[in-house]
């Protein structure tokens, strides 16, 4: 299954909605699940395929209860305390990073490196879990060996 996940922390609600409203219709053509980051009253309003969640956005809980159960809900977390916790929420999956440093997103968090993402692979079994963070093809396969089930990658897919 292919996810997009849309992804805009500089438009308003409106130029948002927009964005994503027409970014539904790119992707139902294609047969792409779009899942929108951050807003859950956007993904509610255009039937999005689901909601990816960070550690200060509405909590698990409340998404869950206003998108229903057929709607896919991630979570970001940066740690394995914060692993350990999103593996007791109602999710469809998590998301760990930065496993690397990137460039392409500026991150307080450090780097939770490949033993770092096999701990929350050991904590979190059975929830689908998306590497993110500085993952290229150089070391993605590294990656999937210490136990993500998916990457996210921005600079290879933009590069190319």
């Known amino acids: 299954m292919t996810i997009v996940q849309l992804r805009e922390k500089n438009l308003s609600p409106v130029e948002f909605y927009r964005e994503a409203e027409q970014a539904i219709i790119v992707a139902r053509r294609h047969g792409v699940k779009l899942i929108i980051n951050d807003r859950v009253d956007i993904a509610l309003a255009l039937k999005a395929d689901g909601v990816h969640l960070g550690q200060d956005d509405l909590p698990v809980e409340a998404a869950r209860r206003i998108l229903g159960n057929a709607v896919i809900i991630g979570l970001s977390t940066h740690n394995l305390e914060q692993a350990k916790q999103a593996a007791r929420l109602p999710i469809d999956y998590l998301a760990i990073g930065p496993i690397f440093p990137t460039g392409t997103k500026e991150s307080a968090n450090p ?6 993402l096999a701990e929350v692979r050991r904590t979190a079994a ?14 993605r396969n590294q990656v999937l060996a210490a136990g993500a ?12």
């Open 126 to 139: 059975g929830i689908p879990l998306v590497a993110i963070g500085g993952i290229d093809a150089s070391n």
């Open 111 to 116: 780097p939770v490196g490949l033993a770092g």
């Open 149 to 160: 089930d998916a990457l996210a990658m921005i600079r290879d897919i933009w590069a190319s």
